[in-house]
């Protein structure tokens, strides 16, 4: 079932109020004109009867009978009495004119001479042309009655549409997404503006309560995905403890007898393949290495350094090895900038940004310093929108077959951690990508 409008519900109560109220008026303003004619009815055959009785005492006292006959009937015919009748005071009829109505009351009057009652005069009023002007009367009455009824609801249906309905409507119109704040009109009723200031209230607090239900879910999805990273990571230390040793002495085995070998033969073919095993067994040790990183990271020595500082001693350390690759490597700023880490750590992470920006094709690599805070900015093609939110993840890369592990990011995030700072992907697009890495300033 269809919902009614507020204006539909106020102008059904409107309208039986009305109703009802032009009812209670209209019997009201009936009785009291039945009240008012029925007394002047009464009022006019009661004085007649009296002026018949004064005026009739000489006519019975000298026994004009006639005159008395002719009195009565002029009476009934121009003064509009239904029935007179004059009698004796023995019961003797002297005159009478009209007929009598059981239903009309009649008026007495006592004929008097000397003191002695002669006989009476009884008059009864003709009710039908009393109540031929009582209900034109009352026709007019009910006529105008209800247009004062009807002009009276529609001024009130516009009086409470304009003061309460179209508030109510504007403050259904403001309710909009994202639209916290709901305010009345000022010229509204009191109960509007509570209504607008509860609005807003509900409002705030739906969308406090969403606000902390989205935190709630991303901090439980970024706690299950460090979970996970941290599940993976361990899982990695358990393998690399148990096979980093069996593995390095074989793999060391290989890569000598096969640089060996390189030294004793002068056959290209072979060469080319010992160049394949040379390459395979150092790429295997990277492996090997990484698995025992993230097995067993270095102990933790956090002090107080200055990030400026490190980066431009980091910078003359690897500008040689890029300049061969047609890297240039800067170190921006030269204000001091500090922060509690330990800088073997940092050095780690740097080397292992830096070593990604150069396999992805920059030519330019930045670090930019500041307090508590070191930018790693470069010009390569930037972050596939596909790897950036499993980026840091361990075995995550986009580099091709065979071309890392995909636990670098992943270990330099632990470090950073352990060091209680955080690295983050803060921009990546084609020729501009900045990884972050923040530290704490303090002990």
């Known amino acids: ?86 009698r004796r005071a023995d019961g003797v009829v002297l005159g009478q004119s009209g007929v009598a109505s059981p239903g009309n009351p009649a008026f007495a009057a006592t004929m008097l001479a000397a003191g002695e009652p002669l006989g009476e005069v009884i008059a009864q009023y003709d009710s039908t042309p009393m109540w031929a002007a009582a209900w034109q009367l009352a026709a007019w009455a009910v006529a105008a009655l209800a247009l004062f009824s009807l002009m009276a609801f529609m001024v009130l249906r516009r009086l ?48 406090t309560h969403i606000t902390a239900l989205e935190e709630a879910n991303q901090a439980h999805n970024d706690a299950l ?124 992470i740097l080397f292992n940004l830096v070593t990604n920006a150069a396999q992805a094709g920059a030519h330019r690599i930045e670090l930019v310093p500041a307090a508590g805070a070191l930018s790693i900015v470069d010009d390569g093609p930037g972050v596939a929108p596909e790897m950036r939110d499993r980026l840091f993840e361990p075995f995550a890369t986009n580099k091709p077959q065979g071309h890392g592990t995909g636990l670098g990011l992943a270990i330099c995030r632990r470090l950073a951690e352990e060091m209680g700072g955080t690295l983050t992907l803060a921009e990546s697009a084609p020729g501009h990508t900045r990884f972050q890495l923040i530290l704490p300033t303090t002990a």
């Not at 109510?168 to 607008?196: F, N």
């Not at 403890?241 to 085995?253: D, K, R, S």
């Open 225 to 348: 995905r460090r979970l996970c990273a941290e599940q993976r990571l361990a899982t990695v230390g358990q393998m690399a403890g148990e096979v980093a040793h069996e593995l390095n002495t074989p793999l060391t085995n290989i890569l000598g007898y096969a640089q060996l070998a390189q030294s004793q033969t002068a056959d290209a073919t072979v060469r080319e393949s010992l160049d394949t095993i040379v390459a395979q067994a150092r790429r295997a040790g990277q492996i090997v290495g990484d698995m025992l990183t993230m097995a067993r990271a270095p102990a933790l020595t956090n002090q107080m350094v200055d990030l400026a500082e490190l980066a431009q001693t980091f910078t003359r350390l690897v500008t040689p090895l890029a300049r061969r690759q047609g890297i240039r490597i800067d170190a921006t700023g030269g204000a001091a900038a500090p922060a509690w880490a330990d800088p073997s750590r940092i050095e780690q």
């Open 160 to 207: 409470l549409a304009a003061r309460l309905v179209a508030p109510v409507k504007m403050l259904i119109a403001s309710v909009a997404p994202g639209e916290t704040r709901h305010t009345a009109p000022a010229d509204a009723p009191a109960e509007v503006h509570e209504l607008a200031h509860a609005l807003t209230d509900l409002e705030t607090r739906v969308h």
């Open 1 to 86: 079932m269809k919902s009614r409008s507020l204006t539909f519900w106020l102008s059904a109560y409107l309208g039986l109020a009305g109703l009802v109220l032009f009812v209670l008026l209209g019997a009201g303003m009936w009785q009291s004109l039945r009240h008012l004619v029925g007394a002047a009815e009464a009022d006019k055959a009661q004085a007649l009867a009296n002026q018949l009785a004064a005026v009739s005492v000489d006519s019975v006292l000298i026994r004009d009978y006639g005159a008395i006959e002719r009195a009565v009937h002029d009476l009934v015919k121009s003064r509009g009495l239904a029935y007179v009748e004059i």
